[in-house]
C-alpha cells in the first residue's frame, strides 16, 4: 500500500506527488485555554500520524475498545488501507490575532510578517462563510473515502475544541509536484501544472517553497505558507468559446500543453515570437504569460489544488471549478503579486469567479513524540 512517512524535516503533503484526492478542511477555535489549544494539536499530531501509516485513528480499532462507549475511530476506511493518505496542519492569521486585536492564546508577537492578511484582489467575490479561518486541515489520498474519513476523525477529535468552519472536496488534482507524474487536465480541458515546482528540483523548491532558518519566525524554519482560493469557473461560457480563443486565453495549445510559440509541452515558451498583426504569438495577457517567472520579477510557487463539482447552482449550471491550492516562502513575493497581475488583465477572467479565499502558515514537519507547531507555543 502506498505509505508516506508523517514525520520529517517537512510536514507531508506539500512536494508529496499529488494524490488524487482532496478533503480540506477549515476550523474556528473555540473558547479554549492556550494549554487546551496545545491538547488539540497533540490529538490531532498523533490521530494525524496513526492515519496515515493505514492505522485507526485511535489506539483501539473502529470495531474494538470499551463496549459501552463510541468507537475511537469511525471505520469507514478499516479495509482501504493509506492510499497515499498525507495531513497538512496550517495557522491561519485569526488564530494569532483575532479580528478585533484580541491576543487570545498569547501568540500575536509570534506572528510572522509573511502571514500576511491577502488584499482585496479587482474582482474578487469572496463569501465570508467560504475565507478565512483559524486552522486548516488538508488531507490527501488517492481513495476520497480515506480523506474524508481523516478529517472526519479529526472533526471527532476537536469536539468542544474547535469548529469545523468550511470544507471542500476535490477530484482530479489539477497539478504535477513530481517529474515522475504525467501532467493532469483541469475543467477547461487544459493541462495543468507543467510549470509548476516540483520535487526533483531542490534548488527551486528550497529557494521557493520552504521556510529559510533566518527568515521571519525561527519556528517556520522548513515550513511553508499555503493560500487557498475557491475559483468557480463559468463552465458553460467557457464550452462555447472557439478553440482558438481558448488557446489565446491559456497561452498554450489544448491537445499537448506546448507553448503556442512552438515545441513540446517542456518546450520554455518564447514570448517574443511575433505572431500575427504585429502581436506576440503567445498574448500579453494570455494567464500562462501573465503568471510566468519571466513577467514577475522570478516569483514561483508550488501549485496543488483540484477540480471541484459541488452539484449545480438553480439556473441549471454546474457549481465547478478550481480549489486553487498553492505553497510557497514568502506569499509577498510569489501569490499576491502573481495574482495581483492576473487580477488585472487574465485573459481568464472572463470565465473564472474568485469566491473563497484563505491564508495559512504551514509550520515544518514533527519528529516522531513531537507535535505539530510545537516550536510556536
Ligand atoms: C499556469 C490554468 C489560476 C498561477 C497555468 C496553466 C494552466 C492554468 C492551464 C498552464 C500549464 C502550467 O504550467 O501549469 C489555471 C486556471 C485557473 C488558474 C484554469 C483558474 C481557474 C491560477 C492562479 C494562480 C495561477 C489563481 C496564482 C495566482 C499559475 C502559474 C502558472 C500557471 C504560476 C505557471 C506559469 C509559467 O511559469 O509558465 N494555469 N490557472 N493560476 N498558473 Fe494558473
Known amino acids: ?5 508523517f514525520h520529517g524535516e517537512h510536514q507531508a503533503g506539500i512536494t508529496t506527488p499529488a494524490q488524487d484526492r482532496l478533503h480540506f478542511a477549515v476550523f474556528d477555535v473555540d473558547d479554549i485555554s492556550r494549554t487546551e489549544l496545545i491538547g488539540l494539536l497533540q490529538d490531532w499530531t498523533t ?10 485513528a485511535g489506539e483501539f480499532a473502529p470495531d474494538a475498545g470499551p463496549y459501552e462507549a463510541p468507537p475511537e475511530d469511525t471505520g469507514e476506511a478499516m479495509d482501504l488501507g493509506p492510499t497515499g493518505l498525507t495531513i497538512t496542519f496550517g495557522f491561519g492569521p485569526t ?15 509570534r506572528r510572522p510578517r509573511a502571514l500576511v492578511d491577502l488584499p482585496k484582489f479587482s474582482g474578487d467575490m469572496l463569501d465570508e462563510r467560504i475565507s478565512g479561518g483559524d486552522l ?4 490527501c489520498a488517492d481513495d476520497p473515502q480515506v480523506a474524508v474519513h481523516a478529517i472526519r476523525n479529526l472533526s471527532r477529535i476537536a469536539f468542544g475544541r474547535a469548529s469545523l468552519r468550511y470544507s471542500q472536496l476535490g477530484f482530479g488534482r489539477t497539478s504535477s509536484t513530481s517529474t515522475a507524474q504525467v501532467t493532469p487536465r483541469n475543467l477547461f480541458g487544459f493541462k495543468d501544472g507543467t510549470a509548476n515546482l516540483k520535487a526533483e528540483d531542490p534548488e527551486g523548491v528550497d529557494g521557493h517553497v520552504w521556510v529559510g532558518e533566518g ?4 519556528w517556520m524554519a522548513g515550513g511553508s505558507y499555503l493560500v487557498s482560493r475557491k475559483i468557480r469557473m463559468n463552465i458553460e461560457p467557457w464550452d462555447r468559446t472557439r478553440l482558438s480563443e481558448q488557446e489565446r486565453s491559456i497561452g498554450r495549445t489544448k491537445g499537448q500543453g506546448a ?22 504569438i503567445i498574448a500579453e495577457h494570455s494567464h500562462m504569460r501573465l503568471a510566468h517567472p519571466d513577467t514577475n520579477g522570478g516569483a514561483r510557487m508550488l501549485r496543488r489544488g483540484y477540480n471541484f463539482v459541488d452539484g449545480n447552482d438553480d439556473l441549471g449550471r454546474l457549481d465547478a471549478g478550481l480549489f486553487f ?5 514568502d506569499p509577498e513575493r510569489a501569490f499576491i503579486p502573481v495574482q495581483t497581475r492576473l487580477a488585472g488583465s487574465d485573459l481568464l477572467n472572463e470565465y473564472i469567479r474568485h469566491v473563497g479565499s ?4 504551514v509550520p515544518g514537519g514533527t519528529s516522531e513524540g513531537g507535535y505539530v507547531g510545537s516550536l510556536l507555543f
Open 47 to 56: 490521530a494525524a500520524a496513526r492515519m496515515s501509516q493505514g492505522s485507526s
Open 259 to 280: 507553448p503556442l510559440s512552438g515545441g513540446d509541452e517542456f518546450t520554455a515558451p518564447d514570448f517574443a515570437m511575433p505572431g500575427s498583426g504585429g502581436q506576440p
Open 1 to 5: 500500500a502506498l505509505t508516506y512517512p
Open 136 to 139: 486548516c486541515i488538508q488531507a
Open 95 to 109: 488564530l494569532f490575532t483575532t479580528a478585533d486585536g484580541d491576543d487570545r492564546f498569547g501568540l500575536a508577537a
Open 358 to 361: 484563505a491564508i495559512f502558515a
Open 215 to 218: 527568515d521571519d519566525q525561527a
Open 325 to 329: 491550492i498553492c505553497f510557497q516562502r
